[in-house]
């Protein structure tokens, strides 16, 4: 389907003015870095699979990824132990729990359910192939950059302030390694998974991640394969299933488009075969998801017509 580039710009500049400052929301506050992020800035942006660009509002600016990269370091576990793998050892299920749960892997004989809760990425992490601590860090960096077609940093800030918080997640970390479901040393997995969540991104870059999973792990601004392109659909089928936690059903009701949230304010979401849509403003929902992100992103997807469900 041939993309109309200029509704394409009108949808993300009207989705950018109608909701880039509305009300309600608080930053994630148990990161003091993320605390700290000035709450008015916003943006939105979408990078189709032809590599056109289009954006508003603050996307240059530079945010945490946090759970978004989620979906990278799932992508590389796809690559590295394929998918039975990873629906055998992580699974492919909401769990209709907060996404640091302890209780949904205590209802779950220590089987994590999804790559996209705290639990099974610091499992998915461990499933990454990797020589060492310093090699599984790099590995996983590197394929962040692949999709963003941009060579993204860790943040000191970010990480220093969740390194120096993240105590639920250790816990969570050896819980996973008494039920059997921890495939790396607990606290490696621990480590890196925080240091995955701290690098740094603009939502243009995000969007071109979201262009990446959309056009079967092919990067339209580098042109790399970063990906088999048989394996998108899993990463897309999980995100359809816990990508925006306890908003996940809702988000599939209305917008009907795979999406990833992070604390940190972004949001992610992929047409199939055309585009990827971000957005990011830091005010979060009780779920955890970006208030003027969701409206942003979906405004634009339903201005475009663009809902898998519909179709
Ligand atoms: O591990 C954490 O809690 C954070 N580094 C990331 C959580 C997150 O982004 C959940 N997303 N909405």
């Known amino acids: 389907m041939a993309i109309d580039i200029k509704a394409l710009k009108e949808a993300v500049q009207s989705a950018y003015a109608q909701h880039h400052a ?50 990278c370091t799932l992508a590389l576990a796809l690559e590295d132990v394929g998918p039975d793998a990873v629906q055998d050892k992580i699974g492919a299920d909401p769990t209709g729990l907060p996404f640091n749960s302890v209780m949904a892997l205590e209802l779950h004989e220590g089987k994590p359910l999804s790559p996209l809760v705290n639990a099974g990425a610091m499992a998915t992490v461990s499933l990454v192939k990797a020589s060492s601590v310093e090699d599984r860090w790099s590995r996983i960096l590197g394929m962040q950059s692949q ?10 800030d970010v990480n220093h302030s969740e390194q120096t918080t993240n105590f639920h997640n250790r816990a969570i970390a050896w819980l ?3 039920a059997g479901s921890m495939y790396c040393d607990p606290m490696e997995a621990c480590d890196v998974y925080t240091r995955q969540c701290s690098t740094l991104l603009t939502t243009v870059q995000l969007a071109t991640m979201g262009a990446t999973l959309a056009g079967k792990g092919r990067n339209p601004l580098s042109k790399l394969q970063v990906m088999k392109p048989a394996h998108t659909r899993y990463v897309l089928a999980e995100m359809t299933m816990e990508g925006m936690y306890g908003r ?12 990833k949230s992070g604390v940190g304010g972004g949001i992610l979401t992929i047409v199939p ?3 990827g849509i971000a957005a990011f403003s830091p005010p979060l929902d009780p779920t955890g998801n970006s208030v003027r992100g969701q409206l942003m992103a979906a405004a634009v997807a339903q201005t475009m017509g663009y809902n898998l469900y519909a179709a």
């Open 22 to 71: 509305a009300p309600g929301g608080e930053n994630a506050s148990y990161i003091p870095y993320l605390a700290n992020v000035p709450s008015t800035l916003s943006g939105v942006a979408a990078v189709t699979v032809d590599g056109d660009i289009v954006a508003a509002g603050d996307s240059d600016f530079q945010f945490a990824i946090e759970s978004i990269s989620k979906v």
């Open 147 to 156: 999709l963003a077609g941009a060579q993204l940093a860790l943040s000191d």
């Open 176 to 178: 996973l390694s008494s």
């Open 248 to 259: 996940s059903g809702d988000w599939a009701y209305t917008v009907g488009l795979p999406a």
């Open 273 to 275: 075969g055309l585009m």
